[in-house]
């Protein structure tokens, strides 16, 4: 659990800042989380998570296959209860509140899930209007206006009434995205953004997800294995392995660490090593040795059925 608390304090909550990136004073905190824990049945798959995230800074969540990412974010937006610990959203605690405060708090984030999850029987246009429609009382026209606005922010006001099949997995992609974007919320979570996309459309989505956190000062958590991506919108990032945060910090510190030549592995915790070798997508490293050795063990003894599991991360698959 060590290294898991970010730099900042808990509960310091200054609502006079709400710039993008706003070092020095202490930034509002949107989201904290203090020793949450998820189980699954006999499966541990998270657990001792710490983390405060700001107003206006993008935090990017990594981690191999299997190692609790989705689950975090299910937990943080409230679709999955927490076995221990707790998440406060906006200053209010989401186990705390009764469901009428927690959909309000609903209201201030958006969600743009891996699969863009259109209505297929929707136009575009009609797919941004829907929160708009089912959540607020505005004018027609006003609701029009306003989805004309954020598919111009993601370049698509000129097929707002194509449907979901007539356009390609990057516009699906930028269509949620404005979906996520209609109420104007002051948190998005993104799970992995740009998961099947060619490298030039992930790039422009990268590019977007800063327009919209620099211009709206939005808070950005954004769960991504694509590692150019990950260091083109973070902030700030957390590393995920087996439920564990092995670290949380500044995108430079991160870079630095995958920056260690192969010289200087062994002065590096064993924690770091894990994350250098993941940042770097190498073949060799502790995560290999330990996943080889896990599954000989598995071999020779079978599963430890009585004891609790809790499972562990996967090398990314390195992007060229
Ligand atoms: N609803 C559930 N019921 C039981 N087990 C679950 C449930 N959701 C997730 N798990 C288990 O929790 C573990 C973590 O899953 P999760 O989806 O959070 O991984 P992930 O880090 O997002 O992986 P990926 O990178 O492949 O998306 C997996 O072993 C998964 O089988
Ligand atoms: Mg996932």
Not at 244 to 254: A, C, H, P, Q, Y
Request: glycine share 10%; proline share 3%.
């Amino acid at each position: 659990m060590s290294g898991a608390m970010s730099g900042a304090t808990s509960g310091t909550t200054s609502a006079a800042v709400s710039g993008a990136g706003s070092a020095g004073s202490s930034p509002e905190v949107r989201i904290t989380v203090r020793d949450l824990g998820k189980t699954f049945g006999t499966q541990t798959v998270l657990q001792g998570v710490n983390l405060d995230v700001h107003a206006g800074e993008t935090l990017v969540i990594m981690g191999g296959s299997g190692c609790g990412k989705s689950t975090l974010l299910r937990l943080l937006i409230g679709s999955h209860k927490p076995t221990s610990g707790s998440i406060k959203l906006l200053g209010q605690d989401i186990a705390e509140i009764g469901d009428v405060a927690f959909d309000d708090i609903k209201r201030q984030f958006g969600i743009l899930f891996q699969s863009a999850a259109l209505f297929q029987s929707m136009s575009i246009a009609d797919n941004v209007a829907l929160p708009l429609r089912e959540h607020t009382n505005l004018a027609p026209e006003v609701i029009e206006m306003m989805v004309k606005i954020k598919l111009e922010l993601v370049g698509l006001r000129q097929h707002a009434d194509k449907f979901p099949s007539q356009i390609s997995g990057g516009m699906a992609k930028r269509a949620g995205l404005a979906r996520a974007m209609a109420m104007d919320p002051k948190i998005l979570f993104y799970d992995e953004p740009s998961a099947g996309l060619d490298p030039v459309t992930s790039a422009e989505i990268d590019q977007l997800i800063k327009e919209l956190t620099r211009n709206f000062a939005v808070t950005s958590v954004v769960v991504t294995h694509e590692m150019d991506s990950a260091f083109t919108i973070a902030d700030r990032m957390l590393m995920l392995d087996g439920g564990r945060v092995l670290k949380v910090g500044s995108r430079e510190e991160f870079e630095r660490l995958r920056a260690v030549s192969d010289a200087d592995v062994s002065g590096l915790s064993e924690d770091n090593q894990i994350i250098r070798q993941f940042l770097r997508g190498a073949a060799q490293g502790p995560i290999t040795r330990r996943r080889s050795a896990d599954d000989y063990r598995e071999d020779l003894l079978g599963e430890e059925g009585n004891e609790e599991r809790v499972t562990r991360g996967a090398v990314p698959t390195r992007r060229i």
